[in-house]
């Protein structure tokens, strides 16, 4: 039975019962969106594969490759333990806590099979060193830039009025966020059209910082159904697809550079399987 | 006309005259080596494209997509300027420097069309900081480890002899240092067969460590070539070519997240398209 969070100190508010509302939020949202994919795709259905981590934990990977859905992989997860302390450094609150540790959340990347279709990417979590707090967003990330202004509009207006349903200056903060964390320097190009991305959220009220990440959770299959059913149906030719082979380089460049989630997972024994699902089916470089 | 190197200070041996010299050569190979590749393609020629850096210097990128060759890149750079200060800390004597340097070499990738043929991979360089030195090397990269015994084992036997010209222990060191450096440690694998790799290479006499470097740009074609001559004529399915495009995703992998020359690079502003012309034309991941 969960506890009352008002009764509890800000750090008592991500201790155990909390620890476990939270993971099994993120399960239920994961088991939310596979079923609304296969339930679009027609075709294709998602494999689980649970895996776990020797330090403590472990998680679920689910694989669809379907007929609208080239690639989609969800990744939940739950784990504990100490950072490296070569890591630590960088995580706030881990130095003074030995680089001890408690994370749990949901993470997916849809790779499309038409390239009118944009890709996706989602993620929600939660984590807890000496400090707590919860962290997420979602970008879209269109082939052709040049043909989604409703695309973008809409998934960005669904954002915003989540966004707006938990503080003011949410929406421009984590949309802002997001543009200039999905940038690529080397190329001076954004990864996509943006989104959302907030970390470090801890307002001091669990309660409402948990509602705001359901809530983001949510969203997103509002936010993007839309955008999948707008565009899947239309005809492309063999120009169309080479050009979205080698935008998905881009986006290989970035998880691979720059994406402090894949970079961090890869360099601190994480699961090698689960973390690359990201990447796209089929790419290709000039 | 080249002054002697016995009358110089070990400093002034990388001074102008020697690094007019070594830019000149890493020339002269990039001839040699576009020359020797395009008439064994039969096809392809290779294209070429300058670059110039905004601090000082540039380069030009031989790009060649042919029969044999699906994509081989070669690009020969001479640059100076001063290192950002981020990563002045980690280049040795560019601290007692203010960061001012100055580098010049060849590098080479070339991607096989066959699944039969292993990719490759070739680069030397001096670089001149408070410090000079030299470094270099080349590595082997078959997509169906099983298949290769004689080519390794040849490529390899070259690499000895050309090593073994110069000092006793270059190869074990040099080959050990290559088994270290192109090893994926998310995946827990080598990325090939290895080859040789040294770095820092500054003995005090600059005749004795550039014709070592010579020698080893020499090297290559001897030991490339008949690898490739070995196994191009050779059929293949198409679940060779699905295995093929598996691997690459490897080499990517590699050298997004852990090439020095490619993280560097890209993070210090290099010229981006001459650093990623190392990526494979054509890749999946499952």
Not at 143 to 147: D, K, L, R, S
Not at 200 to 204: A, E, S, V
């Given at each position: 039975m969960p506890q009352q969070s008002a009764a509890l100190s800000p750090m008592e508010a991500f201790g155990p019962d909390h620890q476990e509302q939270a993971a099994a939020w993120f399960r239920t949202l994961r088991d939310k969106i596979c079923a609304a994919f296969e339930d679009l795709d027609g075709e294709g259905k998602f494999e689980r594969k649970p895996w776990s981590r020797e330090e403590g934990g472990g998680g679920e990977i689910s694989l669809m490759k379907g007929r609208v859905f080239e690639k989609v992989g969800v990744n939940i997860s739950t784990v504990h333990g100490h950072f490296p302390e070569s890591f630590a450094a960088q995580i706030p609150g881990a130095n003074e806590n030995s680089g001890k540790f408690w994370a749990s959340g949901v993470s997916l990347v849809a790779h499309m099979r038409s390239p009118h279709v944009p890709a996706v990417h989602m993620n929600t979590r939660m984590i807890v060193t000496a400090k707590g707090w919860f962290g997420g967003g979602m970008d879209l990330t269109p082939?052709?830039?040049?043909?989604h202004a409703q695309d973008r509009d809409e998934f960005h207006a669904a954002l915003k009025e989540c966004c707006d349903r938990h503080g003011d200056d949410y929406y421009p903060r984590f949309k802002k966020w997001c543009d200039e964390y999905f940038f690529l320097p080397h190329r001076n190009e954004?990864?996509?059209?943006g989104g959302i991305f907030y970390d470090?959220?801890?307002?001091?009220s669990w309660d409402a910082d948990f509602a705001f990440t359901k809530d983001v959770g949510e969203t997103f299959l509002n936010a993007y159904l839309p955008v999948i059913r707008r565009n899947m149906d239309r005809a492309w030719t063999a120009e169309d697809r080479e050009r979205q082979l080698l935008r998905r380089g881009r986006y290989v460049e970035f998880n691979l550079l720059y994406d402090r989630g894949t970079t961090f997972g890869l360099k601190t024994g994480g699961n090698t399987e689960a973390i690359l699902?990201?990447?796209?089916?089929e790419v290709k470089w000039a």
């Open positions: 082939m052709f830039p040049e043909g954004p990864r996509g059209v470090q959220l801890n307002t001091g699902m990201s990447l796209p089916p």
